[in-house]
Structures are given as structure tokens and as C-alpha cells.
């Protein structure tokens, strides 16, 4: 059973609000990734990090910013949504400790943003 | 960073039947991972197969890999409703960006 949770589950907001997805992981694990999905489509890795004030941005672009004061902690802000970033988002955490053969990925059960 | 392409895009059989899906990846890997996502939920991990391992078991689930043809084969013998879900892999090698295709959506019809 993974250790990475994700709130809110749904959220429904109005356009120009300032949004924060919240994802928490009590692995101890140093990275953690977030990953944007429309339905029925693929992965899009948008933000990833390989520890505490590390962030760096993924594949493809988003409006969206991350934050890792804490290992623990990895939250997605969106300063303005619109409706355009209606999507599923998820996050994930991985931890490399058997070695990079071994290393595999602990998703949450994300969250689904729709922006009216 | 690597890409997991599955192939067929979507599978439909019936209860009892064997499914397999497919995999290509672009580069040279450390492992071969697959992951299943229930619709509207979270990936959850599967079987991870590494370079120097040519076939691998996890009750039903077989994987096998070429590293020559640069593939992967995911099968699910005796397959049940409770199967019905999309199926990602994905790899690495060398950096930890894990980049996912489009995934095999598979039905087990009852």
C-alpha cells in the first residue's frame, strides 16, 4: 500500500483563482514528480524533484509552480486557473534505495481539477 | 528520459481469455516497469523487469523483454473483470524522469 496522498480528490473552481494541490508522502523518499492527464491520454510529466529546494520542470510546459521545503512535502500552486487546466493530476515518489535498477514509482490517487 | 509506447491502444476479450500488450521503448534502459491505472485513480505498480532479464512472473502477470528490438510484452493469463484498466510501462536509464505513452485500455467482458 503506497504512502502518498493527495487533496483534494475533486475540486471545481471558477476561473482567476489561485489554486494549491496539496501531496504528501511518508516514504522518506527524495523525489517526488507531478504528472498532468486528460482523460484517456498519457502521462505529461509537468514538475519533478530530486529533493529539498530541488524542482525542476518536466516535459511539457505548465502555467504551474512547486515547492519542496519539506521531503515530505511537494504542493502544486496554480496562481491563476482557467479552463484550460482542467485535468487530472498526480503525483507520484520514487526512492532509489535497491539501486536505479531497482527503482520504481508510488502514485497518489490524484486529483481532479475542473476550472469553470 | 525514456518513452513507454503500448500497443494496441485498446483490448476487449472475454473473462478466461489471455490479454497481451505490448511495449517499445526508444534507448538503452535500466528496467522496464509496468503500471495499471483504474479509471480516475492513481497508477499502481505492477512488475519491474531489468535490462539483464530477459522474462519475469508475478502470479498472472508474465512480462518479457527484448533489448535487442528494443520491447516488452505484458500478459495477463485467465483474465478477469476485475482486469479492466488502462496499462502503462515506462523505463529508465541513467536520469529518474519517468515519461508514460498513452497506455493499453483494456475490458474484460464478463
Known amino acids: 500500500e503506497a504512502d502518498i496522498y493527495q487533496t483534494p480528490r475533486y475540486l471545481v473552481i471558477g476561473t482567476g483563482k489561485k489554486i494549491t494541490l496539496e501531496c504528501s508522502q511518508t516514504?522518506?523518499?527524495?523525489?517526488m514528480y507531478w504528472y498532468q492527464q486528460d482523460p484517456g491520454m498519457e502521462l505529461h510529466l509537468i514538475h519533478y524533484?530530486?529533493?529539498?529546494?530541488?524542482?525542476e520542470k518536466g516535459d511539457l510546459s505548465s502555467e504551474s509552480t512547486v515547492s519542496r521545503i519539506r521531503t515530505e512535502h511537494f504542493p502544486l500552486t496554480l496562481e491563476s486557473a482557467r479552463p484550460s487546466h482542467t485535468s487530472q493530476y498526480l503525483c507520484?515518489?520514487?526512492?532509489?534505495?535497491?539501486?536505479?535498477?531497482?527503482?520504481?514509482?508510488?502514485f497518489g490517487s490524484g486529483t481532479q481539477l475542473s476550472v469553470l | 528520459s525514456q518513452q513507454g509506447e503500448e500497443d494496441p491502444q485498446a483490448l476487449s476479450i472475454q473473462e478466461g481469455e489471455n490479454a497481451t500488450m505490448n511495449c517499445s521503448y526508444k534507448?538503452?534502459?535500466?528496467?522496464l516497469q509496468w503500471y495499471r491505472q483504474n479509471s480516475g485513480r492513481g497508477l499502481v505498480h505492477l512488475i519491474l523487469?531489468?535490462?539483464?532479464?530477459r522474462e519475469k512472473h508475478s502470479g498472472r502477470l508474465r512480462v518479457t523483454l527484448d533489448t535487442s528490438k528494443k520491447s516488452s510484452s505484458l500478459l495477463i493469463t485467465a483474465s478477469r473483470a476485475a482486469d479492466t484498466a488502462s496499462y502503462f510501462c515506462?523505463?529508465?536509464?541513467?536520469?529518474?524522469?519517468?515519461?508514460f505513452g498513452t497506455g493499453t485500455r483494456l475490458k474484460v467482458l464478463a
Open positions: 515506462t523505463s529508465t536509464s541513467g536520469t529518474y524522469k519517468y515519461i
Open positions: 523487469i531489468r535490462s539483464n532479464e
Open positions: 507520484a515518489s520514487s526512492d532509489p534505495q535497491g539501486g536505479a535498477t531497482n527503482e520504481k514509482l508510488f
Open positions: 516514504m522518506g523518499h527524495d523525489k
Open positions: 534507448t538503452s534502459i535500466n528496467n
Open positions: 524533484s530530486y529533493g529539498v529546494n530541488s524542482t
